[in-house]
């Protein structure tokens, strides 16, 4: 076999590799972390409330109120989740897309919002209602959003 066909080989090897890691680690639990991390407060239920400038955690189905405005942000749903599993070495560090749903009960408005973790498949953040909603981050498990809200 000459050293083409053998490199080509290899390459393919490699990826089928990867790609079964990367399987099998989405079925193994997280390893543990060292050292807590502090996180802002999650918001539990609707009468939550964040201020304009303010980071908040919103779990699944979770909605919380911006406290100087007449709207509200809902975290809907994970609609996909394509992040590299924590200790696998993947090609890319994948990304992942969330549901919002935003309100704005006084006027009857509300819109749906796809916000992505990277930015590459999608936004980053949604203007709404005179706010502004960018996605910090998403939990690994996809069951915890981190949002901060600002004026547009």
């Known amino acids: 076999m000459d050293l083409k066909k053998l490199l080509v080989v290899l390459c393919a090897l490699v990826g089928l590799a990867c790609g079964a890691g990367s399987s099998a680690a989405r079925e193994q639990p997280a390893p543990p972390q060292s050292a807590p991390v502090q996180r802002p407060q999650p918001a539990h239920d609707a009468h939550n409330s964040v201020e304009l400038g303010e980071t908040v955690v919103l779990k699944t189905g979770d909605t919380t109120e911006v406290a100087s405005k007449d709207v509200s942000i809902r975290f ?64 690994s ?3 915890q959003v981190t949002l901060r809200v600002s004026k547009a």
């Open 141 to 143: 498990g996809g069951d």
């Open 76 to 139: 809907a749903r994970l609609m996909s989740d394509s992040r590299c599993a924590a200790g696998m070495v993947c090609v890319w560090e994948g990304e992942a897309v969330v549901e919002l749903t935003l309100a704005e009960p006084g006027r009857g408005e509300r819109t749906t919002a796809a916000l992505a973790s990277t930015g590459r498949g999608g936004r980053q953040s949604v203007e709404f209602a005179a706010c502004r909603v960018d996605l910090v981050a998403v939990s």
